[in-house]
């Protein structure tokens, strides 16, 4: 089974700094994706990023950019001109390629960007 | 635009009771997911469904059950609510065979047992 650790339960960040979310994760699979999801107040979770293990590149949309490493299993977030909105929980999460595989997640991460 | 709605945003039940949490999409996805999310310990599968009328258990179904009737909508079922089941649940769902694997989550029900 796969797990996903996220050992930082609390973060807090000045706005317009960058701040860097750590996810680690177990498994012997050696295709799958790797996600970075967002949980503002709202509750509804957003996508953040997405990584392809078989991609050597590091994924980055806009402010957000990812530090994969497929062989020490690590696979942080890193988000740059930190914004108020960015408040909210990140939860890293895995999900082995193919069909019908489910999405396993870790414990969250709260991060809170100061004004 | 892609929606995954439940049909409560809040709920309040009494232990022993049966409840029923629904979720339908309008996306026409072949996979629907329960979750229930707790404070430090993250987002946990409870149930999942490939198919109409097919189940498969997550990490944690035990107290629940699942109904899946029809493509469209998803069934989580508490057959006798207990108070160690207060907690978020969160459904989504995603296209079999899709090119780029994600899921789409609905914006949860917070279950309170009492």
């Known amino acids: 089974a796969q797990t996903v650790t996220q050992s930082q339960p609390e973060m807090s960040v000045q706005e317009a700094e960058t701040v860097t979310l750590s996810c680690t994760y177990d498994?012997?699979?050696?295709?799958?994706?790797l996600f970075w999801y967002k949980q503002p107040p709202s509750r509804q979770m957003i996508l953040v990023i997405r990584?392809?293990?078989?991609?050597?590149q590091n994924a980055t949309e806009n402010r957000f950019s990812v530090n994969f490493q497929k062989a020490a299993k690590s696979f942080s977030l890193k988000i740059s001109d930190s914004q108020l909105g960015d408040t909210a929980m990140y939860f890293c999460a895995f999900m082995k390629h193919g069909n019908n595989n489910d999405m396993r997640f870790g414990a969250g991460t709260r991060l809170t960007v100061k004004p | 635009d892609v929606k995954v709605t439940q049909s409560s945003r809040y709920l309040v039940k009494r232990t022993g009771e049966k409840v029923f949490l629904e979720c339908v999409q309008d996306m026409d996805h072949e996979n629907m997911f329960w979750y229930r999310q707790d404070p430090g310990l993250g987002l946990r599968l409870i149930y999942f469904?490939?198919?109409?009328?097919?189940?498969e258990k997550g990490d944690i179904p035990e107290g629940y059950s699942v109904s899946r009737e029809k493509k469209e909508r998803f069934s989580l079922i508490l057959e006798s609510a207990s108070t160690n089941q207060t907690s978020m649940y969160l459904c989504?769902?995603?296209?079999?065979?899709?090119?780029?694997?994600?899921?789409?989550f609905g914006s949860g029900t917070q279950l309170s047992v009492l």
């Open positions: 990584q392809e293990a078989y991609k050597q």
């Open positions: 498994t012997s699979e050696n295709n799958y994706y």
């Open positions: 989504a769902s995603s296209p079999r065979g899709q090119k780029d694997e994600k899921l789409f």
């Open positions: 469904s490939y198919d109409v009328k097919m189940k």
